[in-house]
């Protein structure tokens, strides 16, 4: 009941549901595009993800000095039938404002580019 408990928490707030819609129509982003699009700080950005690795809703990745998230994989216990009811509940119509902000800050001519790909480029 706990598990249960914490999932519902992390899912009350409009923040990590915007991170959340964000991660089921992008896959894995990195936090500094998070939180680009979501216009919060670095360090409120890492506290929401946090709390929704901790939930369970989603896993991280370390490259280097960058952490990339992506929604935690289908199963069929209580954190996949969740996943799978935001699929549903966060339709592209509820979430038009993220996607449009996510292409303006996150592609380049059209073309989505990870934020670590980015500082190459702008370094070499």
Not at 34 to 41: K, L, R
Not at 94 to 111: E, N, S
């Amino acid at each position: 009941m706990r598990e249960l408990s914490d999932i519902f928490k992390a899912l009350g707030d409009e923040t990590r549901l915007r991170i959340l819609a964000l991660l089921i129509q992008h896959g894995e982003l990195c936090v500094c595009d998070i939180e680009n699009v979501i216009g919060a700080t670095q360090s409120k950005t890492s506290r929401h993800l946090r709390y929704l690795l901790h939930a369970g809703l989603v896993q991280d990745r370390r490259v280097g000095v960058w952490v990339h998230y992506r929604i935690s994989p289908d199963s069929d216990g209580q954190i996949g039938i969740i996943r799978r009811v935001l699929k549903k509940l966060l339709t592209p119509e509820l979430t038009a404002d993220l996607h449009k902000r996510f292409m303006q800050q996150c592609c380049v001519d059209g073309v989505c580019v990870p934020a670590s790909k980015r500082a190459e480029v702008a370094a070499k």
